[in-house]
T-cell receptor, first 114, second 114 residues
Framework: DQQVKQNSPSLSVQEGRISILNCDYT??????FLWYKKYPAEGPTFLIS?????DKNEDGRFTVFLNKSAKHLSLHIVPSQPGDSAVYFC?????????????FGTGTRLKVLA | ETGVTQSPTHLIKTRGQQVTLRCSSQ?????VSWYQQALGQGPQFIFQ???????GRGNFPPRFSGLQFPNYSSELNVNALELDDSALYLC?????????????FGQGTRLTVV
């Protein structure tokens, strides 16, 4: 039962264009969403987050949009740079008996072409 | 650089053996979580420790166990290793004081069971 889904395993974008990575979730009780970036041989690096009470959060070239009614979030990177090439994971935070638990999607491999 | 360090970075074990993986949390963080990332998958939550006590567990059998020490460093122990335990094991630390907080990951330990 995959509660967080990233349906696109890979994405290629030209340098300078916009990259849009998508994520869907099933549990309406998730209260916090995060995007992580992972390079080979490294652990995931936190990128940007959004609370469930907001619909947009922006940090430089990165913007995350949350559509709670559709249970969908997306990460926009503009302009895309070759150094953005990595695997991107979206994660949702659930709370069970006071414990925070992050549930990850399977990742989208972004390739930014120079 | 997240301040979370894991050791060793790579490990090869034989089926049936036991393994201990280690994690040093980011300074000031009181919560550590462990994740298993199989090839092509997102990280899967194993368990979480808060102030030296297990504070939540995912769908992993009891042969996966852990410890958190007074300095908030942590260990993941896996007994009776199986071939399917081959994966990247990630440790993440966070400071849970309520509200929104992200988890910071180490670089991971790649375990191969042969």
């Amino acid at each position: 039962d995959q509660q967080v889904k990233q349906n696109s395993p890979s994405l290629s974008v030209q340098e300078g264009r916009i990259s849009i990575l998508n994520c869907d979730y099933t549990n309406s009780m998730f209260d916090y969403f995060l995007w992580y970036k992972k390079y080979p041989a490294e652990g995931p690096t936190f990128l940007i987050s959004i609370s469930s009470i907001k619909d947009k959060n922006e940090d430089g070239r990165f913007t995350v949009f949350l559509n709670k009614s559709a249970k969908h979030l997306s990460l926009h990177i503009v302009p895309s740079q070759p150094g953005d090439s990595a695997v991107y994971f979206c994660a949702a935070r659930g709370t069970t008996s006071g414990t925070y638990k992050y549930i990850f999607g399977t990742g989208t491999r972004l390739k930014v072409l120079a | 650089e997240t301040g979370v360090t894991q050791s060793p970075t790579h490990l090869i074990k034989t089926r049936g053996q036991q393994v201990t993986l280690r994690c040093s949390s980011q300074s000031g963080h009181n919560t550590v979580s462990w994740y298993q990332q199989a090839l092509g998958q997102g990280p899967q939550f194993i368990f979480q420790y808060y102030r030296e006590e297990e504070n939540g567990r995912g769908n992993f059998p009891p042969r996966f166990s852990g410890l958190q020490f007074p300095n908030y460093s942590s260990e993941l122990n896996v007994n009776a290793l199986e071939l399917d335990d081959s994966a990247l094991y990630l440790c993440a630390s966070s400071l849970v004081v309520g509200g929104n907080t992200e988890a910071f990951f180490g670089q991971g330990t790649r375990l191969t069971v042969v």
